[in-house]
């Protein structure tokens, strides 16, 4: 399902932001390979029917990528389980990079990378009981100090299929500058294949795979209020306004679709983020965030991106 001679392009988990409606738009236009919203395995090991109806995946998504959190292999286990149920997911990915404080605190995401024999532990887990073709993980440049070699080669004896590696270390949060050096240091420790994480841009995603070496990339927080960012590298050309506005309403109608006269209300937000750097963005803004009607809200977002 994923050619990695092709260096796919690669969705990350965006909380709030790369739900079911998201991923199938930039699944539309030009992302290889998406992963779901962080997902607490603790959650779905008590099968939390909120978490379940995450795990829900748009019919365009092949292959298709779990992500889960968490640092009891009892429980990620008993997650493992639970996931084993639905046949349309393609992978599990383990995260291993988030740096946010409240899963830091609980032992989850970047935390793991302080403690890699409980890291290895979890990937064998998951390895050991999944029935899915993939297993991947996300991982830091390390916790405080960048340590890529060192975690590439201990992950590799786990057996995982693909690692994807954030330029940064968890205590350099989201703006210390990304290191793609390291990516290649990890690059060259590991014959597994690497994706390259970490303000990736139209601007720099060819100049990023050739200096790393990466098999793939993984674009994150730059493809909130730009998801055509896929389509641009995967064509090499900057979008017109007329393609822009094509996707905009993709993603609405995708709302729609998926969670009905709610998806009005969630939209607002990304109309926010897709109305930046417009003449009279302000005023677009305060109007739709008014609006609650299905045939309205698509009205003032064709006038307004015209």
């Given at each position: 399902m994923i050619d990695f001679s092709k260096k796919p392009l690669f969705l990350a988990p965006l909380a709030?932001?790369?739900?079911?409606?998201?991923?199938?738009?930039?699944?539309?236009?030009?992302?290889?390979?998406?992963?779901?919203?962080?997902?607490?395995?603790?959650?779905?090991a008590h099968n939390d029917k909120k978490t379940l109806k995450m795990l829900e995946k748009n019919e365009e998504e092949i292959p298709y990528i779990v992500q889960i959190a968490g640092n009891n292999t009892d429980i990620v286990k008993e997650a493992i389980l639970v996931l084993n149920k639905f046949d349309f997911i393609d992978g599990i990915d383990l995260n291993c990079g988030c740096p946010a404080t409240k899963v830091?605190?609980?032992?989850?995401?970047?935390?793991l990378l302080k403690?890699?024999?409980?890291?290895?532990?979890?990937?064998?887990?998951?390895?050991?009981?999944?029935n899915k073709k993939y297993l991947s993980i996300k991982i830091r440049l390390g916790f405080d100090e960048k340590i890529p070699e060192i975690l590439v080669s201990e992950i590799e004896k786990c057996g995982v299929d693909y690692i994807a590696i954030h330029g940064r270390t968890k205590v350099g949060g989201y703006s210390?500058?990304?290191?793609?050096?390291?990516?290649?240091?990890?690059?060259?420790?590991?014959?597994?294949?690497?994706?390259?994480?970490?303000?990736?841009?139209?601007?720099?995603?060819?100049?990023v795979l050739?200096?790393?070496?990466?098999?793939?990339?993984?674009?994150?927080?730059?493809?909130?209020?730009?998801?055509?960012?896929?389509y641009e590298i995967k064509h090499n050309e900057k979008v017109s306004d007329k393609?822009?506005?094509?996707?905009?309403?993709?993603?609405?109608?995708?709302?729609?679709?998926?969670?009905?006269?709610?998806?009005i209300i969630i939209f607002r937000k990304h109309l926010h983020q897709y109305s930046k750097g417009y003449d009279g963005a302000s005023e677009f803004r305060n109007e739709i965030n008014h609006i609650n009607d299905e045939n309205l809200m698509r009205e003032k977002i064709e006038q307004f991106f015209s």
């Open positions: 709030g932001f790369s739900d079911i409606a998201l991923r199938g738009v930039v699944k539309r236009f030009g992302c290889d390979v998406t992963t779901s919203e962080m997902i607490s395995s603790n959650a779905l830091v605190k609980n032992g989850s995401g970047s935390a403690d890699i024999d409980l890291l290895k532990e979890i990937l064998l887990t998951i390895k050991e009981y999944s210390s500058k990304v290191d793609y050096e390291a990516i290649l240091r990890a690059k060259n420790a590991t014959f597994i294949p690497i994706i390259a994480n970490g303000d990736i841009s139209y601007e720099n995603a060819k100049e050739n200096y790393t070496k990466a098999d793939g990339l993984m674009i994150g927080r730059a493809s909130i209020g730009n998801p055509w960012i896929f393609i822009k506005k094509e996707i905009i309403l993709c993603h609405f109608d995708e709302m729609i679709k998926h969670y009905k006269n709610q998806g």
